[in-house]
């Protein structure tokens, strides 16, 4: 190649630039925005992943939820952050969100129980109506929380038996949360005789509440008849305790007034059958 050749091949490549010199600025700023966009958005997908991470660290929550809960925001963040990226660089971005949600839908189609356990475990993460170590009852279930997981939680049962329930049905029932408040009210239903003397049976109850130094006094003590049942007298025997000793404090009480009770002559109805025999006619003589 002679030296004319060269200079014509540069002279060409010259004119090509300075005539096309605003479409290259145009796509240097362009690229250059879209870097400055790519770093932005990472560094906010990063300071935001961080964020939540610490602040589900200080609500106690597990450390696998809170660690893929902040992954997960942090990758959406990212995701959306490329988008722009490529939106900026002249990349046509339409198609390929089409085809994302169209991938999306058929996902959550395929996933939709998997989907809504996932929803409810986020929703029981950061609302939090119970958590690791406290006793609640989710319907017809009950038991103490051992873990709650992003698809379902498990509960230990008082008889030892491991339940799993999948977060989306703890969200569709009540949850009664027994162990959460350090206290708790406990109503007895003691049932009498008819014979009984109110005032007597009344004294009888009080002093064995009153004898119970579990029971927290300054809470308030109610002790009234209660229902005038088909065959007894309900009296009710309402105190607080502390949550801890609410089920040791109502078996013994239980004891103790029946004992009370049986010292005092008073008695407890129970159910009773009578049946009466009549004679079968003689039909010999017939």
């Given at each position: ?30 690229f ?38 902040a ?38 189609l395929?996933?939709?129980?998997s ?74 239903i ?31 003590i ?59 006619a003689?039909?010999?003589?017939l």
């Amino acid at each position: 190649m002679n030296t004319k050749d060269v200079t014509d091949r540069v002279d060409q490549a010259t004119g090509w630039l300075i005539s096309n010199e605003t479409l290259i600025m145009d796509y240097i700023v362009d690229f250059a925005v879209a870097l400055l966009i790519l770093f932005v958005g990472l560094l906010i997908a990063k300071w935001v992943s961080r964020g939540i991470s610490r602040m589900l660290s200080l609500r106690k929550i597990d450390a696998t939820i809170s660690g893929f809960i902040a992954a997960m925001i942090r990758y959406t963040i990212i995701a959306f952050t490329l988008i722009a990226v490529l939106g900026q660089v002249g990349i046509q971005t339409t198609s390929i969100i089409a085809v994302l949600g169209a991938a999306g839908l058929a996902v959550g189609l395929a996933l939709q129980g998997s989907l809504s356990n996932f929803a409810a475990g986020v929703l029981l993460v950061i609302f939090r109506p119970l958590k690791a170590g406290e006793y609640v009852k989710v319907g017809s279930i009950e038991g103490t929380v051992t873990h709650v997981e992003i698809f379902s939680t498990t509960l230990l049962s008082a008889d030892g038996h491991t339940i799993i329930v999948p977060n989306s049905n703890i969200i569709k029932e009540n949850i009664i949360n027994i162990s959460r408040e350090p206290d708790r009210r406990t109503d007895l239903i003691i049932g009498v005789a008819y014979d009984s003397q109110i005032e007597i049976v009344k004294k009888i109850l009080n002093d064995i509440v009153a004898n119970e130094s579990r029971i927290l006094q300054e809470k308030g003590i109610t002790i009234r008849l209660n229902e005038m049942g088909a065959s007894s007298l309900n009296y009710i025997v309402r105190y607080w305790t502390k949550n801890g000793d609410a089920t040791t404090v109502r078996w013994e009480l239980l004891e103790q007034i029946k004992n009370a009770l049986d010292q005092n002559n008073i008695a407890i109805p129970f159910p009773q059958m009578e049946v009466y025999l009549h004679p079968q006619a003689d039909t010999t003589k017939l």
